[in-house]
């Protein structure tokens, strides 16, 4: 196996002989064996492991033995523990994302310290057909059914055109030692439930089962890259980039296959609803579809894609009172002293100088959101506020709102000044703010 991972190395990834690479490796066989395997071609390694503490003991002596192993072969270790149970008290995700997450995480924060570009993984030929069939399952389309890719951005996968059996029957006859997860035998995780059941049964295929699954794959790679080739084609074609929507002629579709060009248009925007974009075509002018980043909507002949949720974190916090300050978002505010209240100006307000507190902050309006609008009695929702001023849907989850340091809203920008920070008779200092995009 040491001469076909070299051979596979030059004929796909030759920078790996020679340039630093990070080692991932969780004790386990496939990344002992990795981790032998580069030693014997390339010493310019660095070694690290994740200890998500989720086997009491058995994580703890993990992490030792990765660190030991790392130690015996002079190479540098680094590791990091995370409390993962605790932080899925505050995600809906999955332990097994979250892992997923925190490990790619901690991998690329090491990668970038150390200016290192390689990040190898231990994934195998095996763990490809367990996510094609995970994915088969979920209906997920040709791009799930691909399997696990060689590369991705600084990831690199150098096993993952060998077979569990390779690797394993490599580790026992070079006498190598790891740990063995017990997690794996549980069939409580999805993919040990595949792994268990189903492909240890496909192994026993008359026939070469892993040559042909391979064979399958290179297939499928190529059919999805002509289809992408095409896609794009039909997307400049047919698509109109605007500053911030994509727009798309509903006549035009008539060229295409309607529900294919579709799928492979919305799908990145995070839409999964087919049957509902679909009857979008037919639906009356200003109809919505929703996904958690975009919304989609009819507007006479055309569709129109738009984010909802541009720059969702977006705050400004604004220190001192005493210049411009230019945004992100290429919009500026400007602050002047002044001696008497601004009149018909929208995008200025006076407000009393010795009302605010710093910081200040620019912010988007959030749900919730509540201020006293000047000339209105009562508080008012924001949200309400901008709705009755004809504020649409779309455009409300980027209106800017100008917070005090306690939290008071000061300004909705562009549209009404709250009352508490207006200019009133024993008002001794008057500020002018103004925002400019």
Same mark, same amino acid.
């Given at each position: 196996?040491?001469?076909?991972?070299? %051979?596979?190395?030059?004929?796909?990834?030759?920078?790996?002989?020679?340039?630093?690479?990070?080692?991932?490796?969780?004790?386990?066989?496939?990344?002992?064996?990795?981790?032998?395997?580069?030693?014997?071609?390339?010493?310019?390694?660095?070694?690290?492991?994740?200890?998500?503490?989720?086997?009491? *003991?058995? %994580?703890?002596?993990?992490?030792? @033995? *990765?660190?030991?192993?790392?130690?015996?072969?002079?190479?540098?270790?680094?590791? $990091?523990?995370?409390?993962?149970? $605790?932080?899925?008290?505050?995600?809906?995700?999955?332990?097994?994302?979250?892992?997923?997450?925190? !490990?790619?995480?901690?991998?690329?924060?090491?990668?970038?310290? #150390?200016?290192?570009?390689?990040?190898?993984?231990?994934?195998?030929?095996?763990?490809?057909?367990?996510? @094609?069939?995970?994915?088969?399952?979920?209906?997920?389309?040709?791009?799930?059914?691909?399997?696990?890719?060689?590369?991705?951005?600084? /990831?690199? !996968?150098?096993?993952? +055109?060998?077979?569990?059996?390779? /690797?394993?029957?490599?580790?026992?006859?070079?006498?190598?030692?790891? !740990?063995?997860?017990?997690?794996?035998?549980?069939?409580?995780?999805?993919?040990?439930?595949?792994?268990?059941?189903? /492909?240890?049964? #496909?192994?026993?295929?008359?026939?070469?089962?892993?040559?042909?699954?391979?064979?399958?794959?290179?297939?499928?790679?190529? %059919?999805?890259?002509?289809?992408?080739?095409?896609?794009?084609?039909?997307?400049?074609?047919?698509?109109?980039?605007?500053? +911030?929507?994509?727009?798309?002629?509903?006549?035009?579709?008539?060229?295409?296959?309607?529900?294919?060009? #579709?799928?492979?248009?919305? !799908?990145?925007?995070?839409?999964?609803?087919?049957?509902?974009?679909?009857?979008?075509?037919?639906?009356?002018?200003?109809?919505? /579809?929703?996904? $958690?980043?975009?919304?989609?909507?009819?507007?006479?002949?055309?569709?129109?894609?738009?984010?909802?949720?541009?720059?969702?974190?977006?705050?400004?916090?604004?220190?001192?009172?005493?210049?411009?300050?230019?945004?992100?978002?290429?919009?500026?505010?400007?602050?002047?002293?002044?001696?008497? *209240?601004?009149?018909?100006?929208?995008?200025?307000?006076?407000?009393?100088?010795?009302?605010?507190?710093?910081?200040? $902050?620019?912010?988007?309006?959030?749900?919730?959101?509540?201020?006293?609008? @000047?000339?209105?009695?009562?508080?008012?929702?924001?949200?309400?506020?901008?709705?009755?001023?004809? *504020?649409?849907?779309?455009?409300? %989850?980027?209106?800017?709102? &100008?917070?005090?340091? +306690?939290?008071?809203?000061?300004?909705?920008?562009?549209?009404?000044?709250?009352?508490?920070?207006?200019?009133?008779?024993?008002?001794?200092?008057? &500020?002018?703010?103004?925002?400019?995009?």
């Amino acid at each position: 196996m040491q001469s076909k991972f070299e %051979s596979y190395l030059k004929d796909n990834f030759p920078y790996l002989l020679k340039e630093r690479c990070i080692i991932c490796c969780s004790g386990g066989v496939d990344s002992v064996v990795l981790f032998h395997l580069m030693l014997s071609v390339n010493k310019n390694i660095i070694v690290a492991h994740c200890n998500f503490k989720l086997r009491g *003991v058995e %994580s703890d002596k993990d992490e030792e @033995f *990765v660190k030991k192993l790392s130690e015996e072969n002079s190479i540098k270790f680094y590791s $990091k523990s995370f409390d993962t149970k $605790k932080i899925k008290e505050h995600s809906n995700n999955s332990i097994q994302m979250i892992a997923r997450d925190l !490990r790619y995480e901690f991998f690329d924060k090491i990668s970038n310290e #150390l200016k290192i570009n390689h990040i190898l993984t231990a994934h195998h030929l095996n763990d490809s057909l367990e996510s @094609f069939i995970i994915n088969l399952s979920r209906g997920s389309g040709l791009d799930g059914l691909t399997g696990v890719p060689m590369l991705n951005g600084k /990831i690199k !996968r150098p096993l993952i +055109d060998f077979e569990k059996k390779e /690797i394993i029957d490599y580790g026992k006859n070079k006498n190598l030692r790891w !740990r063995e997860d017990s997690s794996n035998n549980s069939n409580s995780y999805l993919r040990n439930k595949v792994r268990n059941n189903i /492909i240890n049964e #496909l192994e026993d295929l008359e026939g070469n089962f892993f040559k042909n699954f391979k064979k399958t794959i290179k297939y499928l790679k190529m %059919s999805n890259s002509l289809i992408y080739e095409r896609i794009n084609q039909i997307k400049a074609d047919l698509l109109k980039n605007e500053e +911030d929507e994509i727009s798309l002629n509903i006549k035009s579709l008539d060229e295409v296959n309607k529900e294919a060009f #579709l799928y492979y248009f919305l !799908r990145d925007y995070g839409f999964v609803d087919w049957s509902k974009i679909m009857d979008l075509l037919d639906g009356e002018s200003g109809k919505k /579809i929703y996904s $958690k980043s975009h919304v989609l909507f009819k507007e006479k002949s055309k569709l129109i894609l738009r984010e909802i949720n541009v720059i969702k974190n977006f705050s400004f916090k604004i220190n001192n009172l005493d210049k411009k300050l230019t945004l992100e978002n290429g919009a500026y505010l400007s602050f002047k002293d002044v001696e008497e *209240v601004e009149k018909d100006n929208f995008n200025i307000i006076t407000v009393d100088k010795g009302r605010l507190k710093l910081p200040l $902050k620019l912010r988007y309006f959030n749900h919730g959101d509540s201020f006293s609008p @000047f000339g209105m009695n009562g508080t008012k929702k924001v949200g309400k506020f901008l709705k009755d001023n004809g *504020v649409n849907e779309l455009d409300r %989850s980027s209106k800017l709102i &100008l917070v005090n340091g +306690d939290n008071k809203i000061i300004w909705v920008v562009g549209m009404r000044l709250d009352k508490r920070f207006s200019v009133k008779k024993d008002s001794v200092k008057l &500020l002018n703010i103004e925002y400019l995009k």
